[in-house]
Nanobody, 125 residues
């Protein structure tokens, strides 16, 4: 089991940057694939980024590739999402998630076992 807590959300102007953090409990953080998803009002939750257990591989949605960077520090039980060049369409609640699935796409909600409560990101134009 793992508990996840996101932080770092807030209000920012278009073109600005934010860095989200997700702190995980327990001793098994390095065994999880970690991902970020987001959900805008009235929209379905969508995949944003994911990172492999050792941080060797990363995955991004086309909409954020080149602007967002996911990273992890297993010694600190923390995963990060650096968001640059933010756009109003990035406005959403951002969720941290953990997966024990071997293989798979890394992009599907049903591959993730544990979820945080989310942190709000609002980008003004």
């Amino acid at each position: 089991q793992v508990q996840l807590l996101e932080s770092g959300g807030g209000l920012v102007q278009a073109g600005g940057s934010l860095r989200l953090s997700c702190a995980a409990s327990g001793r098994t953080f390095s065994t999880y694939i970690m991902g970020w998803f987001r959900q805008a009002p009235g929209k379905e939750r969508e995949f944003v980024a994911a990172i492999s257990r050792a941080g060797s591989r990363t995955y991004y949605s086309d909409s954020v590739k080149g602007r967002f960077t996911i990273s992890r520090d297993n010694a600190k039980n923390t995963v990060y999402l650096q968001m640059n060049s933010l756009k109003p369409e990035d406005t959403a609640v951002y969720y941290c998630a953990a997966s024990t699935v071997v293989g798979g796409t890394k992009t599907k909600e049903d591959e993730y076992n544990y979820w945080g409560q989310g942190t709000q990101v609002t980008v003004s134009s």
